[in-house]
């Protein structure tokens, strides 16, 4: 089992509300990532970090924010849910480099905005 | 363009059955192949990784073929079990690009008693 936790697993809110959904990771790897899974579809990656205050953005624009404060802690945030933000959420960390180690992920946070 | 594209989308076997899943990519410059496996509400476990220079790897009852020159990869299954249910998601990753993991829209396997 991997050691990365989303919180929460599953998530219903109305539209409009700002929520933040948890990822967090304690074998200490500097890579982390976040996917949107819709289902049938291919995982999206939506942002990206490679070490404390390092964020990037990734291909699926989705109006969300991150933060790394810390290694171990990589948060993602709506500042203003729409239904079209319904998805799976799922977070993954690397240890290595994609060329060594596979990715770990979470069991995923499923969000409906209604 | 990089892609892979997975085949079939579903499948439903019979328990102690084979099967095999197909996987072909566009990806370059190839660096490795792994095959996921997705149980429902979590998230994917790798199964194996393919490298340029491996045509075969087992892990277990799950077989992984590559063929880099025709850019196509197999899992196979052998003697099936209802734990092997699942989405079974293939990722090709490349040797440059900040995103560089390309992932395909997996295969949904069923397996019934």
């Known amino acids: 089992e991997a050691d990365i936790y989303q919180t929460p697993r599953y998530l219903v809110i109305g539209t409009g509300k700002k929520i933040t959904l948890e990822c967090s990771q304690t074998?200490?790897?500097?890579?982390m990532y976040w996917y949107q899974q819709d289902p049938g579809m291919e995982l999206h990656l939506i942002h990206y970090s490679y070490g404390v205050n390092s964020t990037e953005k990734g291909d699926l624009s989705s109006e969300s924010t991150v933060s790394r404060i810390r290694t171990e802690h990589f948060p993602l945030t709506l500042e203003s849910a729409r239904p079209s933000h319904t998805s799976q959420y799922l977070c993954?960390?690397?240890?290595?480099?994609?060329?060594?180690?596979?990715?770990?992920f979470g069991n995923g946070t499923r969000l409906t905005v209604t | 363009k990089n892609q892979v594209e997975q085949s079939p989308q579903s499948l439903i076997i019979l328990e102690g059955k084979n099967c095999t899943l197909q996987c072909n990519y566009t990806v370059s410059p190839f660096s490795n192949l792994r095959w996921y496996k997705q149980d429902t509400g979590r998230g994917p476990v790798s199964l194996t990784i393919?490298?340029?220079?491996?045509n075969t790897k087992s892990n277990g009852r799950y077989t992984a073929t590559l063929d880099a020159d025709t850019k196509q990869s197999s899992l196979h299954i052998t003697a099936s079990q209802l734990s092997d249910s699942a989405s079974y998601i293939c990722v090709v990753s490349a040797y440059t690009g900040a995103n560089n993991l390309f992932f395909g829209t997996g295969t949904r396997l069923t397996v019934i008693p």
């Open positions: 393919m490298t340029f220079s491996e």
């Open positions: 993954a960390s690397l240890p290595g480099t994609i060329y060594n180690s596979p990715l770990h």
């Open positions: 074998m200490g790897h500097d890579k």
